[in-house]
Nanobody
Framework: QVHLVESGGGLVQAGGSLRLSCADS????????MGWFRQAPGKEREFVAA????????NYGDFVKGRFTISKVNAENTVYLQMNSLKPEDTALYYC???????????????WGQGTQVTISS
């Protein structure tokens, strides 16, 4: 019943911006939040940001340092990740996930998208 469709990934130069989208076509009662994670080759999956559908309270990974912003449009069941001042180290496969909290641990998230590739060149 839950299907996450991601878009917006691509190739940009360092210092550029990118906006990722994730549409949840089948929200359930257990989907109280939406998060973004990323994973680079050979590295562990890393928490980026999360937001509650109700109220909009957010949480961000420490590495973001104000560069990224998560937002949502409830009527469209869509969340966004605006990424500015991108760096080569931001290169990764970015996943969206529906969950039960905005905590960074993966165990709180139950539904995962297929991922969208973000590549930052220098």
């Amino acid at each position: 019943q839950v299907h996450l469709v991601e878009s917006g990934g691509g190739l940009v130069q360092a210092g550029g911006s990118l906006r990722l989208s994730c549409a949840d076509s089948g929200r359930t009662v257990s989907s109280a939040s939406m998060g973004w994670f990323r994973q680079a080759p050979g590295k562990e999956r890393e928490f980026v940001a999360a937001i509650y559908w109700s109220g909009g309270r957010t949480n961000y990974g420490d590495f973001v340092k104000g560069r990224f912003t998560i937002s949502k449009v409830n009527a469209e069941n869509t969340v966004y990740l605006q990424m500015n001042s991108l760096k080569p180290e931001d290169t990764a496969l970015y996943y969206c996930a529906g969950g039960r909290s905005i905590e960074p641990s993966e165990g709180w998230y139950d539904f995962w998208g297929q991922g969208t590739q973000v590549t930052i060149s220098s």
